[in-house]
């Protein structure tokens, strides 16, 4: 992952955005998401938009160990 890049969590929806930032890891976290469908969007200078969707349980945990983004040409 790419430390210090904007992340944005869409509910698919209520269309609500979640925002967040990953630390100099890559890490990042949304905290207090009620169960149901996201799409995932991450943007970085030099990098293409990137967006993935994913399903959340009600209570559930949700790890992402891979995202692949793409330089800009």
């Given at each position: 992952m790419l430390p210090d890049t904007a992340m944005v969590l869409t509910d698919s929806q209520s269309q609500q955005k979640h925002q967040a930032r990953s630390d100099q890891s890559g890490h990042f976290t949304f905290a207090t998401l009620t169960g149901?469908?996201?799409?995932?969007?991450?943007?970085?200078?030099?990098?293409e938009l990137t967006q993935g969707r994913l399903s959340l349980g009600a209570g559930q945990n949700r790890e992402i160990l891979r995202a692949t983004v793409s330089r800009r040409r």
């Open positions: 149901g469908d996201y799409v995932l969007s991450v943007d970085r200078m030099g990098f």
